[in-house]
Structure formats: structure tokens, C-alpha cells
């Protein structure tokens, strides 16, 4: 039989442990830094050294590969075609999105099978159908051509991805084909917050649709397309399948953006060294825009 | 109980085990897998050696792509095979870390001299021989010999003269027949302009250990690319189509001429066997020069090789005649030893036979670090000509790409 009162003390020692918020935090944290610190921790060491392309580290050179991304023209380029790249998906994906997420969240007949339709490229691979459009741009033997011919809008092939000009285009239209369903359902789960009653009150008013949309469904649905924002951001920024599979960056380097030419610079070349410094970079910036844009979204919101 | 004892024979069996691998000393081999064939060749070799020699041999075959990742890994954590198939380009990256073993006083003089000569000088580094040639090919021009006929083209073209005209001729056949199929994307885009340059007498790297890009041969070999492009005697968009685009063409009968390795006759012969279509050396330049690319993966030994006697010993016993009758005629890859050049599986066949030939004139990858970040820039550099409108682009582009190249150059 245990003493009584060394069972309370041993109660309450479990109990001041188990609610102490860096107990609780524990587990999390240290999964955390296992899969996010950790590796950050080592590239940043790789980075800051001279390192050979079987990663052996050698001399520590400070920011000095810091200064070889810099100096390089190519690492410019890709960074304005990144924006652009991000940019055109994200908001293309939204601009799409919002009108195809208010018809799904109207009561129809056929709905269900509507919104399956619309969520079904969500489940193929990004790059199944990254692959599946380079086939189809092919320029002899590609659907889009023979399509566009067929309903009289070419007269004669166009070579898609043989210069940036056509393919960073199509390469964006594709990035928002694979981006507006996730879009969609933050929209849809935006919708269903908006109360039917404020809808109701607006038509008994005589508000138009055009009004009913920028009075009640914009504002209401506006935290929701700001997390699209930082979702479909974070997303695009380093997405890779999509570029690389249909020119690999080319023509002449006129699609990379910056992932294509980090995975260039680090696989290709050898230079892990340079590529460490372009992935701290990368992250940096991403983290910087995030922040920025949080920030600025919830000021406005408090406003 | 049980679990005691079962747990006890488990031990012993496994202490057993490493006291047998310690004597028996296996040795183990890295392979790349060029076809389906390539795992069931090495394994039975292997097994073939063991029976002979009583030494076990651990084959891991590993897939081109993903075989300098794999090395790379296995390497820093020092875990490397004994021996390994590389890119005969890729020696200079290891031997300048000094991860390959001198091959010259470990495997016998009979084996060395087994060779054909110009196969081991790309694994000579600094007087040491690094490697042993496993596998070879090189590049030939293909013909659509029916497209020729049509076209009213009696004979092949012997310099790119001949072959602008042939060109123009199979193009006027149709809106989607090609004369010329010219590859301007992915790897290898700068490789299809090299065998231009060679022909117009120029060279990747010159006399002086600088870019041979920025040569005037390099600008003439560039505009005569350009004028076929120009023609109209290409595929259009040829900044779209990789080696495989540009093959599958020739497949359909839709492209007149096209430059590439061996296996596409393997291919020709599996998917379309009909195809009436010949292989001829390249055309050459207006002073007669030729050049082929040559291309060779060696088998190397690591320095940190336990059991060098062994796996120089199994060397010796693969690159016997009959298994390498067996490798090159299933791989479809050229004969690296002269024995099995003179087999008649290899001298008596009409594709093999053309390219076997061109040999003499085949110029390979030069040993360089870093050799694939200059073949991106010279790739880099022909794309923006391919695009460019007009002739003027060319010297500049070229003269730039060298520029960025010579700056590479140790």
C-alpha cells in the first residue's frame, strides 16, 4: 500500500510537467527542426564553404558564393521571370476561381458531379499532366495544333515550346489549369460561411448581381483570397514539374525561372556550393514575402 | 525459452556469415543499365567468375540517370563499390579527388593490350591509365533512302554542299517532309553543332587551351547551320526538338537526313523494320575535314578498394572475347577490343560496320572539370542563334559563349 501523500506529490509533478507549454511544444518543435531546421542548418553551412560536387566541404569563404549568384546574369533573369511566373498563376488562378467557386456554391442540378469534374486535374500528378501538355504542344504532332487548326483558328503548325515567346505563356496557363482547383476550395469554404440571409436582405433592397458581388461576396470572401495569396504563392514559387518537363528551361535558358536554374546549377553543373546559396536566397525572399504580405492583409483587416 | 535459443542460432549464423565474408572477400560492381539486357549480362558473368574462381561478385545495377547521384551519395559516405561503370567524362571530376586507383600496375599487360588504342586515351590522365573503355559508340549520318529516290538524289551526300541541295530537294517533297532534321533542344543540342564545327576544321578547345567556339571555323560551321534553318530545309522549330523528336521523324519517314548514334538502327529494326534507309559517314567541310563524336564509359576502380587483386581479376575475365561479343552486339554498342572487331558479328554488319569505320575521325569529350556546365553554354549559345533573325548574331553569340567558356577553362 503507498503512502498517500507521496501519490499526491507525484500527481501533481506529473501534472506541472504535462501543462507546461515547452513540454507541450516539444514534440512539434522537435519534429520540426528534424525536417525544417536541421536542413536549413546544413545547407547554410554548405553555402558558406567551398565545397566539391561530391559534397565534400573544403575552405570556408564567407558570402562568396553569395557574390557568384549575384554576379551572374542568368540568376537576374530568372529571378524577373520568377515573378512573373508567380504573378500570372497566382493571380490568373484567383480571377478564375472566384466566379467557377460561386456558380459550384449555387444549387443546381448536376453539382456534385460539377464539382468533381472541376477538382479532378487536383488528382493527377503535376507531372502526368505536365507531360501529357508537352504531347500536346508538340509542334508536328500535338493536340493543340491540330485542334486549333481543326476549328480553323491556325492555318499552319505553331512550334510551341520552341521560343519563350509562346511557351512561358502556355507554360503559365498550365500552371493556373493544375492551380484552380485548390483555389476553389478555399473559395468554397469561403462561400459557405457568407451568411444567405445578408443575399436575401440585398435582392429585397433591389441590389443587382454586379452590386450583391462587390458589396457582400468580395468582401466577405476577401481572408480567404488572401490565404489563396500566400498558399498559391509558396506553392508556384517552387514549382518544378511544369517547366521542366516541357523545355527544361529552354530555349537558350529564356523559360528557367529560379528552381529550374537551382536544380541546373546544383545536378547539372556540379556547383552544390552555389546552388546551397541560391536555396538560402530563394527561401529568404520567400519568407520575406510572405511575411510582408501577412502583414499587410491583417493591417487591412483590423483597419 | 525458444525465443532464447532461436535468438542465440541467430547469432551465431550471422557471426558466421561475417567470418565467411571476410575470407571469401566479395567484391562489388556498380553497373549502369543501358538496355534490359545489361543486369542479366553482368549477373551472369558474375556467376560465370564465381564457379571459375570461387570469389563472390555483387552486381548493383543502377540507372544512367540516376548514376552520378548514386555514386555522389556513395562516395561521401565512403561506401563506394569496388568497381563502377562511369561516364568516361565524369574520370576527370573523380580523379581529381583522387578516388581512382592507377590501373597500370594491377591489371595484366594481356588485358591492356586487348584494346584498341584510341579507346584507352581518353582514360589516360597524367600518363596513368584511370580506366578501361566498357562501352563505345559514335555518330553517323542516316539516310532515307526512299525520300532520296523521290526527290531524284542519286547519291549521298559527301560534303554539306551536297547535302544543302539534297536538303532542299526532300523538302520540296511536302509541307511535312524535311530535308535535314536538325536537333536543337534538350542534351547533347551543342554535340549536333560539334560535328559542323569539326567539319569546318574547327575544335572544342584549341591549339592555345581556349574555347574553340570563338573561331572563325566555329562561325562558319554556325551559318551553315543557320542557312539551313533559314532554307526552310529543316523541321521547323528546331529549338523544340531533342534527339528523340528528331529520331522519331526519321521513324515516320519525314525527315531526309539526321545524324545520331547506333541505336537508332536498333530501334529502326524493332519499330519499323520497312524503313529503307542507309548510314554514311557526316559530310564534310569545304577543306574535307570529318569528325565524329566518340563517346565512351569506362569501368574504373576505386582507390579505397579492399580487394584490388580481385576485382582486377574479374576485369580480366569480362573483357574475355565471347562476353564482350555478348555485351556489344546486345547493347548495340561498338567493339572497344580488337578481337572482337574483327568477329563477324560486328565486321559483316552493314550499320555497325559504316560506324566502326568512322572511328579514325571520332573526337571525343575533352577531360575537363565542369565539362557539363560548358556543354550548357555552348548548347545555350547555338539555341539563340537557331532563333536569332538573320546572320548577324552569330559571331557576337559565339564570341560571348566563349568568352564565358575560356573563363571556365583551368
Known amino acids: 500500500m503507498p503512502d498517500p501523500v507521496s501519490r499526491q506529490g507525484l500527481a501533481q509533478m506529473n501534472r506541472s510537467l504535462l501543462v507546461n507549454p515547452y513540454v507541450l511544444i516539444a514534440p512539434g518543435f522537435i519534429l520540426a527542426a528534424l525536417i525544417i531546421l536541421w536542413p536549413l542548418a546544413s545547407i547554410t553551412n554548405i553555402a558558406v564553404h567551398d565545397v566539391n560536387r561530391f559534397g565534400v566541404l573544403r575552405d570556408y569563404v564567407g558570402f562568396e558564393n553569395f557574390q557568384v549568384i549575384f554576379a551572374d546574369p542568368e540568376f537576374l533573369g530568372a529571378l524577373r521571370r520568377t515573378a512573373i511566373w508567380v504573378f500570372g498563376i497566382v493571380a490568373g488562378s484567383i480571377i478564375v476561381s472566384i466566379p467557377v467557386a460561386m456558380i459550384l456554391n449555387a444549387d443546381f442540378y448536376g453539382r456534385g458531379l460539377a464539382r468533381v469534374i472541376i477538382m479532378l486535374p487536383w488528382a493527377i500528378s503535376l507531372t502526368m499532366t505536365a507531360i501529357v501538355w508537352a504531347w500536346a504542344m508538340n509542334g508536328e504532332s500535338g493536340m493543340l495544333n491540330s485542334g486549333l487548326r481543326a476549328i480553323g483558328v491556325l492555318d499552319r503548325n505553331i512550334q510551341w515550346l520552341a521560343q519563350a515567346s509562346t511557351a512561358f505563356p502556355m507554360q503559365i496557363l498550365i500552371g493556373i489549369l493544375v492551380t484552380i482547383p485548390f483555389t476553389i476550395t478555399i473559395f468554397l469554404g469561403g462561400l459557405s460561411s457568407v451568411p444567405d440571409d445578408l443575399y436575401e436582405a440585398a435582392r429585397l433592397e433591389g441590389a443587382n448581381g454586379w452590386q450583391v458581388f462587390r458589396e457582400i461576396t468580395l468582401p466577405l470572401l476577401k481572408p480567404f483570397v488572401n490565404i489563396a495569396v500566400v498558399m498559391n504563392t509558396i506553392y508556384v514559387f517552387n514549382s518544378f514539374p511544369i517547366i521542366w518537363v516541357t523545355t527544361q528551361g529552354g530555349p537558350a535558358k529564356s523559360t528557367d525561372i529560379l528552381v529550374t536554374y537551382l536544380y541546373k546549377l546544383g545536378f547539372q553543373y556540379g556547383r552544390l556550393d552555389d546552388a546551397s546559396a541560391l536555396s538560402i536566397l530563394m527561401f529568404v525572399l520567400l519568407l520575406a514575402f510572405t511575411l510582408l504580405y501577412v502583414r499587410l492583409a491583417m493591417r487591412e483587416e483590423k483597419a | 525459452m525458444s525465443f532464447v535459443s532461436s535468438g542465440r542460432l541467430a547469432l551465431a549464423a550471422s557471426a558466421m556469415a561475417l567470418v565467411a565474408g571476410a575470407a571469401m572477400a566479395d567484391i562489388r560492381v556498380t553497373v549502369a543499365e543501358y538496355s534490359s539486357l545489361t543486369g542479366p549480362f553482368f549477373n551472369d558473368a558474375a556467376a560465370a567468375f564465381e564457379a571459375e574462381t570461387g570469389t563472390k561478385v555483387n552486381i548493383e545495377v543502377v540507372p544512367w540517370d540516376v548514376l552520378f547521384q548514386k555514386l555522389t551519395t556513395d562516395i561521401s559516405a565512403g561506401a563506394q563499390a569496388d568497381l563502377s561503370i562511369i561516364g568516361t567524362r565524369w574520370l576527370i571530376d573523380f580523379a581529381s579527388e583522387d578516388l581512382v586507383a592507377p590501373l597500370d600496375d594491377i591489371i595484366s599487360d594481356d588485358l591492356r593490350e586487348r584494346f584498341v588504342p584510341a579507346f584507352l586515351d581518353p582514360s589516360i590522365m597524367d600518363g596513368q591509365l584511370l580506366g578501361l573503355p566498357v562501352a563505345a559508340s559514335a555518330r553517323a549520318m542516316y539516310f532515307n533512302s526512299d525520300l532520296m529516290a523521290q526527290a531524284g538524289v542519286e547519291s549521298v551526300p559527301e560534303n554539306w554542299e551536297e547535302l544543302a541541295d539534297a536538303a532542299a530537294k526532300i523538302s520540296a517533297l511536302g509541307d511535312d517532309i524535311y530535308g535535314f532534321g536538325l536537333q536543337g533542344a534538350e542534351i547533347e543540342t ?221
Open chain 2, 190 to 410: 551543342d554535340v549536333y553543332y560539334y560535328y559542323a564545327l569539326w567539319s569546318y576544321g574547327g575544335d572544342l578547345i584549341t591549339a592555345d587551351g581556349t574555347s574553340g567556339l570563338g573561331t572563325q571555323a566555329a562561325v562558319d560551321a554556325a551559318t551553315m547551320y543557320k542557312g539551313l534553318i533559314d532554307a526552310g530545309v529543316t523541321e521547323p522549330g528546331v529549338t523544340s526538338y531533342n534527339r528523340e523528336d528528331v529520331q522519331n521523324l526519321f521513324k515516320q519517314g519525314r525527315v531526309g537526313f539526321m545524324i545520331t548514334a547506333p541505336f537508332l538502327a536498333t530501334q529502326i529494326a524493332n519499330e519499323v523494320p520497312d524503313l529503307n534507309y542507309g548510314v554514311s559517314a557526316i559530310p564534310a567541310g569545304p577543306d574535307g575535314d570529318r569528325g565524329t563524336y566518340g563517346v565512351t564509359d569506362s569501368i574504373i576502380m576505386f582507390e579505397n578498394s579492399p580487394n584490388k587483386e580481385e576485382a582486377a581479376a574479374f576485369l580480366d575475365f569480362v573483357f574475355g572475347h565471347d562476353w564482350r561479343v555478348r555485351f556489344d552486339s546486345g547493347e548495340g554498342f561498338l567493339p572497344v577490343t580488337s578481337s572482337v572487331a574483327e568477329d563477324p558479328a560486328f565486321a559483316d554488319d552493314p550499320v555497325l560496320s559504316v560506324f566502326a569505320s568512322l572511328l579514325p575521325t571520332a573526337r571525343f569529350a575533352p577531360t575537363i572539370a565542369g565539362w557539363e556546365e560548358i556543354a550548357a553554354i555552348a548548347s545555350d549559345a547555338m539555341q539563340s542563334i537557331y532563333l536569332s533573325d538573320g546572320d548577324s548574331a552569330i559571331a557576337p553569340t559565339l564570341s560571348a559563349a566563349a568568352d564565358r567558356i575560356n573563363a571556365l577553362l583551368p
